[in-house]
């Protein structure tokens, strides 16, 4: 790893990685309502947004730097911004923690009636402290990294027509799951794009899945960042396995 680097992270101690979280708004004025209940959320009108602090209701969230360790001339701390857009509200935040963290903190605040969380856009790089152009980038709006034509948008029916072909070729459950556990592993070794689109099914399956999707991919950022370029989710998530079944097994 080259020393005259330095990792840029969040004052809460999360490498910086941008996050755009979207919701589809059914309900603007009770959305809206929900903020205007909460001390953490204040109406920005310069930048015509929502800025959530680090502060009241949010200070109980923990991260690896958490609100009683911040020093005093740093709070409150603003940890996102929401925005409207047609019928869509953007939430912005600068790590994969604090979206975890953002999505739960306002489903418990947030009428699902009034607005639901569809998918999210994540940056899978970090970035260089010493690289004065990483400093401009980082600064919201993420329009830079998130309103551009080469983000990787997954399309749910290529992707069952895929599972589908691999089925057709084989006849026996066995062979089929085979050839599929290949394909995902194939796909697993490919480099991950610097920009993905991640549907979320957080309220069918619950928010662990996006947990584990966004761990992974933070840690494959890190081991490129230390120079372990070849750095893979297959490899990532077979060593993790691996060492599992070492903890509690006998092997």
């Known amino acids: 790893m080259k020393s005259d680097r330095y990792l840029i992270t969040t004052l809460t101690g999360e490498a910086q990685q941008p996050v755009r979280i979207y919701y589809q708004v059914f309900n603007q004025k009770t959305v809206i309502g929900a903020f205007q209940k909460l001390k953490c959320v204040y109406f920005e009108s310069q930048l015509n947004r929502w800025r959530w602090e680090y502060e009241h209701e949010a200070k109980k969230l923990r991260f690896e730097i958490s609100y009683n360790q911040l020093s005093k001339e740093h709070r409150p701390i603003v940890i996102g911004d929401f925005f409207f857009r047609d019928n869509e509200m953007l939430l912005e935040v600068r790590s994969f923690e604090r979206a975890v963290k953002a999505i739960e903190f306002f489903d418990k605040r947030i009428n699902r009636r009034a607005a639901k969380v569809t998918k999210i856009r994540i940056v899978n790089r970090l970035f260089d402290g010493n690289d004065p152009s990483n400093k401009e980038l980082l600064q919201p709006p993420y329009?830079?990294?998130?309103?551009?034509?080469?983000?990787l948008i997954p399309d749910p029916n290529e992707t069952a027509k895929l599972m589908a072909e691999i089925s057709s070729q084989h006849s026996d459950l066995e062979g089929r799951l085979a050839a599929l556990q290949?394909?995902?592993?194939?796909k697993a070794k490919q480099p991950l794009p610097e920009i993905e689109e991640i549907p979320l099914y957080i309220y069918e399956e619950g928010i662990g899945r996006l947990k584990a999707a966004l761990t992974f991919r933070n840690i494959?950022?890190?081991?490129?960042?230390?120079d372990n370029k070849n750095a893979n989710q297959f490899d990532l998530m077979e060593s993790v396995i691996d060492s599992f079944l070492k903890d509690n097994y006998e092997i």
């Open 143 to 151: 329009d830079y990294f998130f309103d551009r034509d080469d983000i």
């Open 182 to 186: 290949a394909c995902w592993s194939e």
């Open 220 to 226: 494959e950022a890190l081991q490129h960042w230390q």
